[in-house]
């Protein structure tokens, strides 16, 4: 729960997803707006749908955004920088993705009905993915008219450097 409000709050920084969801409390600095909108939506999932297949379903997704996650660790090295930077060695993002890939496989032993619920999860996924690419596509749309332009000031503190959307 308290991921997935953090996610939205910066996503909503991004302009990804609707300012509004990244109201702040002004007292606390917590992100009010989002940590309601994720409450609704998981009351909403428990009371619905069965625990189990919930549980299963999130246990599936993380392991996939894990995999993803070791591979993106990759993807930086073939960029030439000038200054000191962390650099993962190349075996361990690598065989943590494969593990991540192999969890989420009906080779990590699996009963056969698992497998079948599985199907049935990818199907709501994808379901969830195109949710998540139109928000996406709102939140490119929204900055490329010029409603979110992100300006970077000549401060040292980066948090107070970018405009809000």
Same mark, same amino acid.
């Given at each position: 729960m308290l991921m997935r409000s953090r996610l939205l709050y910066g996503m909503s920084n991004e302009c990804i997803v609707p300012r509004a969801l990244g109201t702040v409390h002004p007292l606390r600095r917590t992100p009010w707006a989002s940590i309601l909108f994720t409450s609704v939506i998981a009351i909403i999932l428990v009371s619905t #749908?069965?625990?189990? /297949?919930?549980?299963?379903?999130?246990?599936?997704?993380?392991?996939?955004?894990?995999?993803?996650?070791? #591979?993106?660790?990759? /993807?930086?090295?073939?960029?030439?920088?000038n200054h000191p930077h962390f650099r993962a060695p190349t075996l361990i993002p690598a065989l943590a993705a494969l593990f991540c890939l192999y969890l989420v496989s009906p080779l990590s032993g699996r009963p056969a009905r698992d497998c079948h619920s599985a199907r049935r999860r990818r199907r709501r996924c994808a379901v969830g993915d195109q949710l998540g690419a139109a928000a996406e596509g709102a939140g490119n749309r929204h900055r490329s008219t010029g409603s979110c332009a992100v300006k970077m000031s000549t401060s040292p503190d980066r948090a107070s450097s970018r405009s809000r959307c």
């Open positions: #749908v069965d625990i189990g /297949v919930l549980g299963g379903t999130t246990a599936l997704l993380l392991l996939v955004v894990f995999a993803i996650v070791n #591979v993106a660790v990759l /993807v930086p090295r073939k960029e030439k920088v």
